[in-house]
DNA sequence: TTCGATCATGGAAGCGCTTCCATGACAGGG
DNA sequence: CCCTGTCATGGAAGCGCTTCCATGATCGAA
């Protein structure tokens, strides 16, 4: 068992050990094809018996490739990250980068030291590439992005500009079949929340809403500002109240929020769907467990997070995928059913 | 602005322009004493007018010291890591590592690909230093931890044995607080919804909760295993109504559970706490939202998450710091009030 | 048989930094 | 004024790997 403090094993010692220079013990090592196979099998020997690994830091400083990408949260509030869809974004990335050789270096930059600490990071040269998730307005993480010479793959456009590299839920789209679906059943006095207005997704959301409400000739009574949190779409939802006590209809652009504003109907003894449908977006995990469960725009946050991965190491490997648009669909349940035959009630598009 | 595509400056290049040796440059950037005053202002005026950061794989070769971490969560179940207790463990771990300048690796260690994985990162010596969360029984992560040289802490106990550092919530006392606010409330029909049994969390939740129920005289009616999700915790609670539909009290030992049983309760057409109450675990950012909103004991994940990051760097640094069991406390609410007067419903002990 | 062409081979030069060690300047005590 | 101790200084040797390049062996074509 020799648990014993030895030091890991050089790749001198390899080369010794199978007899043959260094030189050819890394070719064999890395796959290239000038060595003979007798001398491949010899490493292959003496790596098996030493137990060999490439250190990876001196491999990294020879070849300039770092191994590791960055995956960074912007945000001003740190339990933004606890946000189930950040989880869910990261299992993304995770499960791609697993079939790569690739670490994921999380950086969560709520402070200015954390902006500060991904500037190091990649001035140091500490990463091959960078995910930016979340951009918000005027976030200095933009900037940074811009300035840096690696590779950069947003998740989620920027308020301005139109990154290289990125891949967005079709934000806008889903803020239609929102709309659409309302406007199927029947509704007539809707409303909205919306999210932080200096995230795009917040802006192309209601964009698509209004878009497909003015198409089916329905008005937009009244628009609140959330923050994506629970407690957000609560009291937006009693300012909507307040104001059109007789809405029928109201559209959140997150989940979150739309599960705070089903709180404040139930408070105010107000029914869903009878008195008002309430539709989320984003349909996580706890949608189908609210009471009533949750209709909502779908947006597949897991592959949003694997297709950037790959978008990033595609870059990184010197291809140029496109961006990439994914699409969102609606999921009807109890809290805004289809109107009259409720047969399809399943998965509607 | 010049965002031109130039290599980033050296240390030589840096020593140049100050006029000084690479070895004076080296020291001054690293603060070393052995740098006359002249020249360390000197080699700071280059520093600054090149823009220059070392290369940190270049120092971590020379140094030995990779600066970064990697965060293991092991699991079976990708979706584990969505669960908000590891979004909050990892927000710990970060905002004390913002502090030093170690970086943050995650690996999401589900697969068997990703332990393989883990024992690359630690035999390429690609991180410090290495934090296991949730390691459940036969875990192969737990004996991967127990082969490096690397400092290894642990969140939670792994099931067998006791690791040399590891910081643990107080599951027994805190399984004990949910037993003696049940008892004092006389509740009498007891029973009890675990986690996983092979994970120490669960066992010690358990084993606190059967203790002090013993301890107030009173018997355990039933134990299901759910798995930490609402839906484990709905089923769960389902088998133990079919068996006991006369039980008064349930004690899930996570809120997730909890969310479920409180579910499963409402088709019942149950009322909480009138009919069955219910104490989770945990103190979800959700749970004062459940409906009604969740008694429960109330573990710091934030501070686990820290403390094992403070707990790494100190070990990393030569320290030994020992381990550390955090206290929990119980956060009453509405699911299973105090009995009586009601009066400090707020936060009991 | 001869002559390139082909290719396995290993020496050596890095990658960009830290740090050991030898050197010399300088200050203060005798 | 000399000697020893102190300390700034920079040359050079790594850290462990990749890769350029020169060398020599091998082989088939002429």
Same mark, same amino acid.
């Given at each position: 068992?020799?648990?014993?403090?030895?030091?890991?094993?050089?790749?001198?010692?390899?080369?010794?050990?199978?007899?043959?220079?260094?030189?050819?013990?890394?070719?064999?090592?890395?796959?290239?094809?000038?060595?003979?196979?007798?001398?491949?099998?010899?490493?292959?020997?003496?790596?098996?018996?030493?137990?060999?690994?490439?250190?990876?830091?001196?491999?990294?400083?020879?070849?300039?490739?770092?191994?590791?990408?960055?995956?960074?949260?912007?945000?001003? &509030?740190?339990?933004?990250?606890?946000?189930?869809?950040?989880? &869910?974004?990261?299992?993304?990335?995770?499960?791609?980068?697993?079939?790569?050789?690739?670490?994921?270096?999380?950086?969560?930059?709520?402070?200015?030291?954390?902006?500060?600490?991904?500037?190091?990071?990649?001035?140091?040269?500490?990463?091959?590439?960078?995910?930016?998730?979340?951009?918000?307005?005027?976030?200095?993480?933009?900037?940074?992005?811009?300035?840096?010479?690696?590779?950069?793959?947003?998740?989620?456009?920027?308020?301005?500009?139109?990154?290289?590299?990125?891949?967005?839920?079709?934000?806008?789209?889903?803020?239609?079949?929102?709309? &659409?679906?309302?406007?199927?059943?029947?509704?007539?006095?809707?409303?909205?929340?919306?999210?932080?207005?200096?995230?795009?997704?917040?802006?192309?959301?209601?964009?698509?809403?209004? &878009?497909?409400?003015?198409?089916?000739?329905?008005?937009?009574?009244?628009?609140?500002?959330?923050?994506?949190?629970?407690?957000?779409?609560?009291?937006?939802?009693?300012?909507?109240?307040?104001?059109?006590?007789?809405?029928?209809?109201?559209?959140?652009?997150?989940?979150?929020?739309?599960?705070?504003?089903?709180?404040?109907?139930?408070?105010?003894?107000?029914?869903?769907?009878?008195?008002?449908?309430?539709?989320?977006?984003?349909?996580?995990?706890?949608?189908?467990?609210?009471?009533?469960?949750?209709?909502?725009?779908?947006?597949?946050?897991?592959?949003?997070?694997?297709?950037?991965?790959?978008?990033?190491?595609?870059?990184?490997?010197?291809?140029?995928?496109?961006?990439?648009?994914?699409?969102?669909?609606?999921?009807?349940?109890?809290?805004?059913?289809?109107?009259?035959?409720?047969?399809?009630?399943?998965?509607?598009?």
């Amino acid at each position: 068992m020799q648990a014993s403090p030895r030091r890991q094993p050089t790749l001198d010692e390899v080369a010794a050990r199978a007899g043959v220079s260094r030189t050819a013990a890394s070719r064999a090592i890395n796959d290239d094809p000038h060595v003979s196979q007798a001398k491949r099998e010899a490493v292959r020997r003496a790596v098996q018996e030493l137990g060999y690994v490439p250190n990876s830091t001196a491999r990294a400083l020879a070849t300039r490739r770092v191994g590791a990408v960055v995956l960074a949260v912007s945000s001003d &509030e740190p339990t933004l990250f606890a946000d189930p869809f950040f989880a &869910e974004v990261t299992l993304g990335v995770s499960s791609f980068l697993e079939q790569t050789d690739l670490e994921l270096i999380l950086l969560l930059a709520h402070t200015p030291r954390g902006t500060e600490r991904l500037r190091r990071i990649l001035a140091a040269r500490r990463a091959d590439g960078l995910m930016l998730m979340a951009v918000r307005g005027e976030d200095p993480l933009g900037r940074l992005a811009e300035q840096t010479e690696l590779p950069v793959v947003f998740g989620g456009l920027p308020l301005h500009g139109t990154p290289r590299w990125y891949v967005d839920p079709d934000n806008r789209g889903g803020g239609r079949l929102a709309a &659409e679906h309302l406007a199927r059943s029947g509704r007539q006095r809707i409303a909205m929340i919306t999210g932080q207005v200096d995230l795009q997704a917040s802006v192309a959301r209601e964009q698509g809403f209004r &878009e497909a409400l003015t198409l089916a000739g329905l008005p937009l009574l009244a628009v609140e500002a959330g923050d994506f949190t629970l407690r957000g779409g609560e009291s937006a939802m009693e300012r909507l109240l307040a104001a059109h006590p007789d809405l029928d209809a109201v559209f959140a652009a997150g989940d979150g929020m739309a599960l705070g504003a089903l709180r404040t109907l139930r408070h105010r003894g107000l029914r869903a769907p009878q008195d008002v449908a309430v539709v989320g977006f984003d349909d996580l995990a706890s949608a189908p467990y609210a009471d009533p469960p949750l209709t909502t725009v779908r947006q597949p946050v897991r592959s949003l997070g694997r297709e950037m991965a790959r978008m990033l190491v595609d870059v990184i490997d010197g291809r140029d995928p496109g961006s990439l648009i994914l699409p969102t669909r609606l999921t009807v349940r109890e809290s805004a059913p289809t109107p009259a035959p409720r047969a399809d009630a399943g998965q509607a598009r």
